[in-house]
């Protein structure tokens, strides 16, 4: 089972490993990133944040459908971290009981280039993450923005208000 889906494209850090997991209490913490799946660096340095009783697997986006599709998995509470909200609709689309999807940190390591749009202070999205999003929203996905479980949340439909006045 699926307890949230977090976009953050630095995936692993301080906020996801004790905030979120503290929050949540998922058995397991799988990050979906074909980057991150093939750099042993990126692996170690994510492995550091692991937060004690917590099991970190780290995937590449395909081998993490398989994954989350596997019926072993059904009754295990996985928090699944993606790097963007594109990236949470990919697994949406090919993965059954996201319920979940949080906004966190997103578009803090932007590219040269691109629009982004802040919805929270360190957290902005890219029009193709809001379409995505809107989409996941539309099918019945509880969608918003938030950094820490203890900070204020944006809802989807105050994201929403954000992009209709860009």
């Known amino acids: 089972m699926i307890v949230m889906v977090r976009a953050d494209d630095r995936l692993i850090h301080g906020m996801v490993a004790v905030s979120w997991t503290s929050h949540l209490k998922p058995e397991t913490i799988l990050v979906a990133n074909d980057d991150a799946a093939g750099d042993d660096f990126k692996k170690m340095t994510m492995k550091m944040a692991q937060p004690a009783g917590v099991k970190l697997i780290i995937k590449s986006k395909d081998s993490a459908v398989k ?65 995505c999003a809107r989409k996941m929203n539309e099918a019945g996905v ?3 923005a938030q950094i820490t479980p203890t900070q204020d949340r944006m809802e989807f439909s105050e994201i ?7």
């Open 160 to 166: 929403r208000k954000i992009f209709a006045g860009k």
């Open 142 to 144: 509880e969608v918003f």
């Open 67 to 131: 994954a989350l599709n596997n019926p072993i998995n059904d009754n295990k509470k996985i928090f699944l971290v993606v790097e963007s909200s594109e990236d949470a609709y990919y697994m949406f689309e090919r993965v059954k009981g996201i319920k979940r999807l949080n906004i966190g940190t997103a578009g803090v390591n932007r590219k040269p280039g691109q629009e982004y749009i802040s919805t929270l202070p360190q957290v902005y999205m890219t029009p193709a993450d809001y379409e």
